[in-house]
């Protein structure tokens, strides 16, 4: 179970990637730039919220970035990639987080 300090330094995290999509000449593949959108989406919602969400930070080309992991076997990424803008996500595996 991940703490909500840990949580919104994720959000952190994808928002400053998400910053730079607006710079010119930057260097992104629109397939990263939709998955950091789905990321934030789904710490935003219902996986924000779980007690099976889990994080890994790390770097990578001298960037920050963030994993999204289920304790469960279900990808957050993914659910948000399959649930259109609007839809509220489901998940068969979702306890909501004790606090």
């Known amino acids: 179970m991940e703490s909500e300090k840990r949580i919104a330094a994720a959000k952190e995290v994808v ?8 710079k010119p000449h930057h260097r992104i593949h629109g397939d990263a730039a939709q998955d ?6 789904a710490l ?3 996986c924000g919220k779980c007690e099976n ?6 770097r990578k080309d001298g ?25 509220p996500a489901s998940c068969p595996g979702y306890p909501k987080r004790k606090i």
């Open 53 to 58: 969400l889990e994080l890994r930070f790390g």
């Open 36 to 41: 950091n959108a789905n990321r934030l989406r």
């Open 15 to 22: 928002r400053h990637l998400q910053t730079r999509y607006s």
């Open 63 to 87: 960037k920050e970035v963030v994993a999204l992991g289920c304790s469960k076997g279900y990808t957050p990424v993914s659910l948000y990639e399959n649930t259109p803008l609007g839809t």
């Open 44 to 46: 935003e919602g219902l």
